[in-house]
């Protein structure tokens, strides 16, 4: 009988380590770890460690065997060793100061093309959409980045671009469903493609010098991410019958085909106060009309988003330079709105203006515009209504700024405030109110319960004679005891 060699067969066979698979695949550290990254690949911590590490303790990082052999065959792997290189070629023409050749090398450099992986990864539309919450956080993460030598300026600029192009579509398909405003950022959903999809943007403030981030990790997601919101916006663009890229309404066909992307188009784009155009117009209306004669959900979450598409429809918005122009103009034109602000692209009619957006005290009133304060829209969203306007007057206290994504239950702590708001919404409070404490009129003290019954109460006074007495017996003791000691002294 053959002897099975020890580690030969079960999980053993199952795992390789880190070190292993970088000999295998003669790759370093660095581009190792991009390639797992773009491929999807992830250690694994296997359930019995002793067995595959062959009795040893040591910490290692483990992958799946099959997971390395599938990279073995990847075609990238080719495209990284060519970068290496044109690194060296290019340090070599530097150091001998040949600029003719070092501008050719950059001349004829090819670029790793990430759309082969991307579809590999997503096979589907729908695949993508659920994956669709880091590619949206980690593009607005990089929008808001200044450039240094980890992040290439390109990047930075795709991400700024994809992400504003997402933000149009929300604004054209009328999507976006809840916002909350926290300490990390602003948290937006939307409903794409019948899937729930959540993101948080950075608030606009400037960021120091980071030491602390490996943001050549990040970079490599970034960059994967940027090719996969290509695919995803084009899709969604033609699902709407928008163009893209994104073109200015105008009002005229001929005009919207021959526009070219210049730099005052793009800053009008990104400015998301200027309607797109359509290449084709969508008629759903009808549609949506066929459904909402129901009682189901269904025909619910129709009405819903129905009227979120004309929760602000008239209402002509200004935003004052200290307030969040790219949040509220989103959410202004998700329902319906106009918006403008002091040197936007899309101006408005002083006369027209119906609400002033304020952060800071009034110098000067206008009778014919209503002031609030920036939470007053964010607050009408989640609300499905256009709620009262004293309670977000310039200088107002304001009242707590709720989070939508919670659903409150029986037996969680549930503020005064939010109670009442859903009690206004017209919904049950009755099973998440507090359970209310007996008042003091109706229960009295176990103390003073006891000593009822044995008698100390009422009328008898003779407890608290006695207890006199014994107080006044040993202030006296006292006293006599230091009188004795001044005696002895002197």
């Known amino acids: 009988m053959r002897v099975k060699k020890k580690g030969s067969t079960g999980s053993a066979t199952n795992y390789i380590s880190r070190t292993k698979a970088l000999k295998k695949l003669q790759l370093s550290l660095k581009d190792f770890r991009r390639l797992c990254i773009l491929k999807g690949i992830h250690p694994h911590e296997p359930l019995h460690k002793k067995k595959v590490n062959k009795g040893s303790h040591e910490n290692k990082v483990w992958y799946y065997i099959k997971d390395i052999h599938f990279l073995t065959q990847e075609p990238i792997i080719n495209k990284l060793r060519e970068y290496k290189i044109f690194l ?20 004829n450099q090819q670029e ?25 956080c980690m593009a607005f993460l990089f929008a808001t980045f200044p450039r240094t030598k980890y992040l290439r300026s390109n990047v930075i600029t795709e991400c700024k671009r994809l992400s504003t192009e997402f933000l149009h579509y929300v604004i054209e398909s009328h999507s976006l469903t ?35 981030v490996d943001f050549s990790v990040m970079a490599t997601f970034a960059e994967f991410y940027v090719s996969m919101l290509g695919f ?48 084709r117009q969508q008629e759903q209306d009808e549609e949506m009309e066929m459904f909402e004669d129901g009682d189901n959900e269904l025909a619910e979450k129709l009405k819903e988003a129905k009227k979120l598409k004309t929760l602000f429809q008239g209402c002509n918005f200004f935003v004052n330079r200290e307030c969040p122009k790219e949040a509220l103009a989103l959410i202004v034109r998700n329902c319906g709105g106009k918006v403008t602000w002091e040197g936007a692209p ?20 206008d009778l014919n515009r209503v002031y609030i304060q920036p939470q007053w829209v964010f607050d009408c969203l ?49 099973a998440i109110e507090p359970e209310r404490a007996p008042t003091t009129s109706a229960t009295k003290k176990p103390k003073m319960a006891q000593e ?39």
């Not at 790793?112 to 949206?136: C, H, M, N, Q, W």
């Not at 893209?244 to 784009?269: A, F, H, W």
């Not at 919670?406 to 919904?427: F, T």
């Open 346 to 365: 899309f101006e408005l009619p002083a006369s027209s203006i119906t609400h002033h957006i304020i952060d800071r005290p009034v110098a000067n009133f």
């Open 88 to 107: 060296r070629k290019l340090n070599h023409f530097k150091a001998k100061q040949e600029d003719d050749k070092v501008k050719k090398l950059y001349e």
């Open 178 to 212: 809840n916002v909350f405003v926290s300490i990390k950022g602003i948290y937006y959903q939307a409903m794409v493609g019948g899937e729930k999809v959540t993101w948080i943007v950075p608030h606009e403030r400037g960021l120091g010098h980071i030491t602390d």
């Open 232 to 279: 995803v916006n084009y899709k969604l663009y033609q699902t709407l019958g928008l163009y893209y890229p994104p073109r200015i309404e105008t009002g005229t066909v001929q005009e919207e085909q021959q526009q070219q992307q210049s730099d005052e188009e793009k800053e009008k784009v990104y400015s998301l106060c200027r309607p797109i155009a359509r290449s």
């Open 112 to 136: 790793i093309s990430l759309d082969r992986i991307v579809k590999e990864r997503y096979p589907t539309f729908g695949s993508a959409l659920r994956d669709l919450d880091d590619a949206l």
């Open 452 to 490: 009822e019954k044995k008698g100390n109460v009422g009328g008898n006074g003779q407890n608290a004679q006695e207890k006199r007495a014994k107080g006044d017996q040993q202030k006296g003791r006292r006293k006599k005891d230091t009188r004795i000691d001044d005696q002895e002294e002197t």
């Open 382 to 430: 989640n609300a499905r209504r256009k709620l009262p306007t004293q309670q977000y007057l310039p200088g107002q206290e304001l009242p707590p700024h709720f989070s939508p994504f919670i659903k409150e239950k029986p037996g969680d702590y549930v503020p005064i405030e939010r109670i009442e708001e859903l009690r206004s919404l017209g919904k049950d409070t009755a």
